[in-house]
């Protein structure tokens, strides 16, 4: 059974900065593509980031180029989202998950989220 199990948001100031994580288990982790996807209140999922396999290519959202950096380690089977100079339009509900190619989404169910709110 694949699990995704989203940890590390919380209420921070603009500016400040935020580590999430995400374990994953239940189908082989290093054979997957994965991505920090997030909901901001009221609208749809939105893709954030994504690292390829072996963690040597990563592509992110206009939005967050230069202030957040995802990473992985397929040892632990967890991927990472560093998240520096938080803006108060970063808070969100975030989530990871398996992703497809082509730009055809994510493989699973979502986990629970992790909350990120951004605010003085």
């Not at 603009?14 to 997957?32: D, E, I, K, Q, T």
């Not at 963690?55 to 959202?61: K, R, V």
């Amino acid at each position: 059974q694949v699990q995704l199990v989203e940890s590390g948001g919380g209420l921070v100031q603009p500016g400040g900065s935020l580590r999430l994580s995400c374990a994953a288990s239940g189908f082989p982790f290093s054979n997957y593509a994965m991505s920090w996807y997030r909901r901001l209140s009221g609208k749809v999922r939105e893709l954030v980031a994504t690292v390829a396999i072996i963690g040597d290519s990563t592509n992110y959202a206009d939005s967050v180029k230069g202030r957040f950096t995802i990473s992985r380690d397929n040892a632990k089977n967890t991927v990472y989202l560093q998240m520096n100079n938080l803006k108060p339009e970063d808070t969100a509900i975030y989530y990871c998950n398996a992703q497809r190619p082509y730009g055809l989404g994510p493989y699973f169910s979502w986990g629970q989220g992790t909350q990120v709110t951004v605010s003085s």
